[in-house]
């Protein structure tokens, strides 16, 4: 599987944007770059995916390198219920298995 | 809408019990299921997933197993616990097309497991 790298982590004043940067330089041809959350003691969440083109959802807009060898999360306008670990995947259309990397823990300063 | 349930939230074994942790899925058909399991400080690790009724593919050799007996219903299972088996156990769905592009996977509440 493609291998992604992310900070270990990051910190963010409230109500400002947030961006979260992911390398994968092996990201092969049909990979999708998707990104989940984990907040403290709960399940991951799906945030945000996408395979060439720059993404928007209510959530959060990802960046894709025209390369595609990196990407950014972007949160607009950051809250405290933001802070969680993000983690930045790679999945092989067909391949139905997410493996999960360290991710990056962001934390928000009131 | 789609929910997915998992029951316990909580649990609290000795060392040696059996173990059946339950998931189920509401209001989507034929998903794939996953049982991930985070132990403490660590990354989600998949155990196990499935694309249908009775096909479970097994990701890493470990103490435990699982079933799919109905459609939307996955159970993790073990006959003998170990302490090693403590964390948080994860149940999670995906649904080929209910997002216009590959699969995102939506995952449950989870449970936390003490094994003593």
């Known amino acids: 599987d493609a291998k992604t790298t992310q900070p270990n982590s990051m910190e963010s004043n409230e109500e400002e944007p947030v961006h979260l940067p992911c390398n994968h330089s092996?990201?092969?041809?049909?990979?999708?770059i998707h990104w989940y959350r984990q907040l403290p003691s709960q399940g991951p969440e799906y945030v945000i995916h996408?395979?060439?083109s720059n993404v928007n959802n209510r959530m959060a807009s990802l960046a894709i390198a025209e390369d595609r060898k990196s990407s950014t999360l972007i949160l607009h306008r950051a809250t405290l219920r933001d802070a969680a670990v993000y983690y930045c995947i790679l999945l092989n259309f067909g391949n139905e298995k997410l493996t999960f990397g360290t991710g990056t823990r962001l934390t928000i300063i009131p | 809408s789609q929910t997915i349930h998992q029951w316990p939230a909580t649990l609290v074994q000795p060392v040696g019990s059996p173990l059946s942790l339950e998931c189920t899925v509401e209001g989507t058909s034929n998903p794939n299921l996953y049982w991930y399991r985070q132990a403490a400080g660590r990354g989600l690790q998949l155990l196990f997933y499935?694309?249908?009724?009775?096909?479970i593919s097994s990701e890493v050799p470990q103490n435990l197993s699982a079933s799919r007996p109905q459609d939307r219903q996955f159970i993790l299972s073990s006959k003998k616990l170990l302490l090693s088996d403590s964390g948080f156990y994860l149940c999670?769905?995906?649904?080929?097309?209910?997002?216009?592009?590959?699969?995102?996977?939506?995952f449950g509440p989870g449970t936390r497991l003490t094994v003593l």
């Open positions: 999670a769905w995906s649904v080929l097309g209910l997002t216009p592009s590959g699969r995102a996977q939506f």
């Open positions: 092996t990201i092969s041809g049909t990979d999708y």
């Open positions: 499935s694309v249908g009724i009775g096909q």
């Open positions: 996408g395979l060439t």
